[in-house]
């Protein structure tokens, strides 16, 4: 009998052992899951509380946010990374996609102004004094072909170098005549230097001389002719008034070809080189797109717009295109293979540009990745990403937010996106 209630008494301390073992482990996992939910603010990471209620800090209400059980708080803390429900997921729209190789271009946008081309102007001047006998152009806009008649211009300097030409090529043949060698030597020089100074100071052309010894007939006046093809755009002259030497009379520009200076950032001057085709559209002329080419880079930026000029040619043979028009001008950069992510899932923070990448089930770490190119829809990735990873093209800031409640010791939201600071002993040794 003693030893049944020995029995008894050891099987009713192992019961209540083994019940109170159980209710221990019972109120661990009510504890656990209970520390689980927690309620923080999501404009303010750093605000806390394990019962609902409103942030001290802007008012709004606070969240219910279940911590993730993926993996353990260091590990993801080693890794950056960031872990979502599958119902955040949801809720935020994330989508992922894989990086690729994409065929890239690039579009450069500029304004610019219409300009004449340079090489194809001449101003046509008064070479000597004297006065507008006639005008044969008399307006501005006219267009005139090269060597059609411009003006007549009378001068007493003409009619007397014209006289002493024509007495020197008399005593010429009259040295000649008498087989005089050494008068005929002078007289040689003294022609050559009256018909220099026809040519040269009066402008008269070769055919004009032949045809004064010919007739050795005295003109009071010479007429100018057009040096180009092209539109009168400057007339400054009328018939009658009285010149100086070297005075402005007419400026004529060949529309046929045009200059375009447009102006391009210095981010994408790199892009830039000479050969490079060029499309521009005018408000005169809608739906038209004229085409050109880059001829020049200015070597120099404007420091106040970040600037340089490029200049472009263009074909005008209709003169639709008129000098001091605005375009609008578009530069095709080469189209390239190259890794490619949406243009959506890239996250500058300012200091860094990161991506979030895919590397588990619902959850995501950051990266950091250098830019190259951009189109309408894509970036050129040159460092930082794989080809066949999968990257949020949408959702990434809403993970980016939830990178900062996973790891509220930061003060910073931002702190997975930040360089690591280099330790102080190693700051020195490179210095």
């Known amino acids: 009998m003693k030893s049944l209630k020995i029995v ?77 429900s599958p119902s955040q997921r949801v809720l935020a729209n994330i989508s992922v996609e894989e990086v690729m190789r994409r065929s890239m271009s690039k579009t450069i946008e500029a304004v610019g102004v219409i300009d004449v081309a340079e090489p194809l102007q001449a101003s046509v001047s008064a070479r000597f004094r004297g006065r507008i006998e006639k005008l044969h152009v008399d307006y501005t806009g006219e267009r005139v072909k090269q060597g059609q008649q411009l003006f007549d211009l009378y001068s007493p300097d003409l009619i007397s170098a014209q006289q002493d030409f024509l007495i020197a090529a008399t005593a010429l043949d009259n040295a000649r005549k008498t087989g005089n060698s050494t008068s005929e030597e002078v007289q040689e020089r003294l022609l050559a230097a009256s018909r220099e100074r026809l040519s040269v100071h009066f402008g008269m052309r070769d055919a004009q001389i032949a045809e004064l010894v010919r007739s050795q007939h005295i003109k009071n006046a010479l007429t100018f002719l057009s040096p180009i093809r092209g539109t009168i755009v400057q007339k400054q002259v009328q018939e009658g008034q009285y010149v100086d030497e070297g005075m402005l009379l007419y400026q004529v520009v060949d529309l046929s070809k045009l200059w375009i200076y ?10 830039i080189h000479v050969g ?122 809403l993970i980016d937010s939830e990178s900062a409640l996973q790891q509220p010791s930061s003060a910073d939201p931002h702190a997975g996106h930040s360089a690591p600071a280099k330790p102080k002993e190693e700051k020195e040794h490179r210095h």
């Not at 927690?38 to 279940?66: E, F, N, Q, W």
């Not at 102006?263 to 892009?271: A, T």
């Open 8 to 84: 008894l008494f050891f099987l009713a301390v192992f019961l209540a052992a083994g019940c109170s073992s159980k209710s221990q482990e019972e109120t661990k996992a009510a504890a656990k899951e209970t520390a689980k939910e927690i309620y923080t603010c999501p404009m303010h990471p750093s605000v806390v509380s394990d019962k609902p209620g409103a942030c001290p800090v802007c008012g709004m209400a606070l969240v219910r946010k279940t911590a993730a059980t993926e993996m353990k708080k260091d590990e993801m803390q080693s890794l950056q990374a960031v872990s979502l």
């Open 276 to 397: 490079q085709e060029v499309h521009i559209t005018n408000q005169a002329f809608p739906g038209r797109t004229f085409h050109g080419k880059v001829t020049f880079v200015d070597p120099v930026v404007n420091s106040e717009t970040r600037t340089a000029r490029v200049r472009t040619e263009f074909d005008n043979p209709d003169g639709s295109l008129k000098p001091n028009m605005f375009v609008s001008a578009r530069i095709e950069v080469s189209k390239r293979e190259a890794l490619a992510v949406p243009i959506s899932a890239v996250l500058s923070t300012g200091k860094r540009t990161v991506v979030w990448v895919e590397v588990g089930q619902n959850m995501f770490e950051p990266r950091d990745i250098r830019l190259g190119i951009s189109s309408d829809s894509h970036y050129e990735i040159l460092k930082g990403l794989n080809e066949g990873e999968r990257v949020a093209t949408t959702g990434g800031f």
């Open 262 to 271: 447009v102006d391009v950032y210095e981010k994408d001057l790199r892009f």
